[in-house]
């Protein structure tokens, strides 16, 4: 199984300050038909998780502007610009390139 | 609008079978994957297994192969999550997932279902 690590576990933000979070994979996430099948999931408490990015950089329909997503073959980031109150929770990073799909281990979003 | 409504939170006793549901609307249920997903008390999120209910092709984590099962029944709309004797291990919350998915790149997740909270206790 492809394993996901995501730093940091925990991020204490200022509102409107940014915050970013890593996500490394085991191996290459590129799939034999050349997309990296990458997303990143945010899940607000008490809510089931939200897809927010998929292939790396593609936002979900939705998703406000503020969240982007980077990176290549082993080394991800999601990046909010300006943390707003609603965006506490946790965001998993994942891979759907092989199968069984894989979870980072998570990144809890909190206001400092 | 696209929804997956699963089943009521359960509470059973170790040894009991279960068999949780996970109703789709709003799209054609035969044409997407439903996906299941385990997340243990304050814990992450980890893959199940998933089946495509237009053929019931079925694929399971190796971690969970052999201790539950995916089905689903087509007419209804609804994929199905399974125990046969339930431990208190399995004590957690199960959300199902939609996976959608073509040839051309098109590779993601989402909705995911409300959650169906599973308690195993004597």
């Known amino acids: 199984d492809i394993v996901m690590t995501q730093t940091p576990l925990s991020s204490p933000v200022t509102l409107g300050q940014p915050a970013s979070i890593s996500c490394r994979s085991s191996?290459?996430?590129?799939?034999?038909?050349?997309?990296?099948?990458l997303s990143w999931l945010q899940q607000r408490p008490g809510q089931p998780p939200r897809l927010l990015i998929y292939?790396?950089?593609n936002r979900f329909s939705g998703v406000p502007d503020r969240f982007s997503g980077s990176g290549a073959g082993t080394d991800f980031t999601l990046k909010i610009s300006r943390v707003e109150a609603e965006d506490v929770g946790v965001y998993y990073c994942?891979?759907?390139?092989?199968?069984?799909?894989?979870f980072g281990g998570g990144t809890k979003v909190e206001i400092k | 609008e696209v929804q997956l409504v699963q089943s009521g939170a359960e509470v059973k006793k170790p040894g009991e079978s279960l068999k949780i549901s996970c109703k789709g609307s709003?799209?054609?249920?035969?044409?997407?994957?439903i996906g299941w997903v385990r997340q243990m008390p304050g814990k992450g999120l980890e893959w199940m297994g998933i089946?495509?209910?237009?053929?019931?092709?079925?694929r399971y984590s190796p971690s969970f192969q052999g201790q539950v099962t995916i089905s689903a029944d087509k007419s209804i709309s609804t994929a199905y999550l399974q125990w046969s004797s339930l431990k208190a291990s399995d004590t957690a919350m199960y959300y199902c997932?939609?996976?959608?998915?073509?040839?051309?790149?098109?590779?993601?997740?989402?909705?995911w279902g409300q959650g169906t909270l599973v308690t195993v206790s004597s």
């Open positions: 089946i495509y209910p237009g053929d019931s092709d079925t």
């Open positions: 994942t891979q759907a390139t092989q199968f069984p799909v894989t």
């Open positions: 292939k790396i950089s």
């Open positions: 709003g799209y054609s249920f035969t044409s997407y994957w």
């Open positions: 191996q290459s996430l590129v799939h034999s038909d050349g997309n990296t099948y």
């Open positions: 997932v939609r996976r959608t998915y073509s040839s051309g790149g098109v590779n993601w997740f989402d909705p």
